[in-house]
């Protein structure tokens, strides 16, 4: 069996509720909770304009046992997009996320496009990086879109790439987004998605359990300046990075399974789901 589809089969089993693969338990500690629950532990924030950890506006929180995108303290959105980026950068996982769209846009958010709009964004360059003035991170955007009640379809768990490239039937994909072929979920209901990562492979989206979407090799868009100086235009790993483009969202879940680490099968800690091989990491 491929590396490939025992990550898929095993992701599969993770949606369905099934706790096992190839009749192994996963242990419920094995999944990395980016979000405690509690606080912003283990996460930083970049908003346009400011220098890197400072928020003032206070738009990323924890309230309720949720993490929350706020502007209450917005008179205007006035382009301060942000990005609240875990501490570590992952190569092959998957991530699951429990979302929803809550209130109105904020005025001065832009109009059409940002309305029930966010993302997660995968393969991220680092924090650190980003310019003062920089709106979104090179990233692959795994895309939140929630439904305007309008009988329109709006699918979600689409992809952007801000600076990247994506490729399709083997082929570059021309367009900045590609649309996903979810269901739309309109009004403030939560929302499931989980996205499979496999370094600079396949990216697989899936929303309640079914597939909607699928890519392959993430890399730097040569047009850009950024890329042109890099001796690989592969994107194989990076960090995950929450958005805010303007309306209000609740996350209540935000865990990955590392999909990465020791496949030695005579290690203490190997896993048979593990897709790349760590042996750095092994215990014996």
């Not at 924090?127 to 709106?135: E, S, V």
């Not at 996350?251 to 091989?277: E, M, W």
Request: glycine fraction near 10%; include cysteine; aromatic fraction near 10%.
């Amino acid at each position: 069996m491929s590396q490939i589809s025992r990550a898929l089969i095993y992701v599969s089993l993770i949606l369905n509720g099934a706790t096992a693969f190839a009749g192994i338990e996963a242990e419920p500690n094995e999944w990395i909770m980016l979000f405690n629950g509690n606080n912003l532990d283990g996460w930083t924030v970049k908003i346009t304009g400011q220098p890197l950890g400072v928020d003032p506006a206070n738009t990323f929180r924890v309230a309720d046992g949720l993490l929350q995108v706020r502007y209450d303290d917005y008179e205007t959105f006035d382009g301060q997009f942000g990005h609240l980026f875990y501490q570590y950068p992952f190569s092959h996982y998957a991530l699951q996320v429990e979302y929803r769209f809550t209130g109105e846009q904020l005025k001065g958010g832009p109009a059409g496009w940002a309305v029930r709009n966010s993302g997660v964004m995968l393969h991220a360059q680092a924090p650190a990086t980003m310019t003062l003035q920089q709106d979104f991170p090179t990233s692959i955007e795994a895309q939140f879109l929630g439904g305007l009640s309008d009988g329109k379809a709006r699918p979600t768990a689409s992809v952007c790439t801000p600076g990247t490239d994506i490729s399709v039937d083997g082929q570059i994909y021309a367009h900045h987004c590609l649309p996903s072929r979810s269901a739309t979920y309109d009004g403030d209901q939560w929302v499931s998605m989980t996205v499979v990562v496999l370094g600079g492979g396949r990216i697989t989206h899936y929303v309640e359990g079914e597939e909607v979407l699928s890519y392959h090799q993430p890399q730097l868009d040569t047009a850009q300046a950024h890329a042109k100086n890099k001796t690989s235009k592969s994107l194989g790993s990076g960090y995950i990075a929450l958005q805010s483009e303007s309306h209000p969202v609740d996350f209540r879940q935000v865990r990955l399974l590392n999909l990465a680490g020791c496949t030695d099968p005579d290690a203490k800690n190997h896993q048979v789901y593990f897709i790349k091989s760590e042996p750095g990491s092994c215990i014996y």
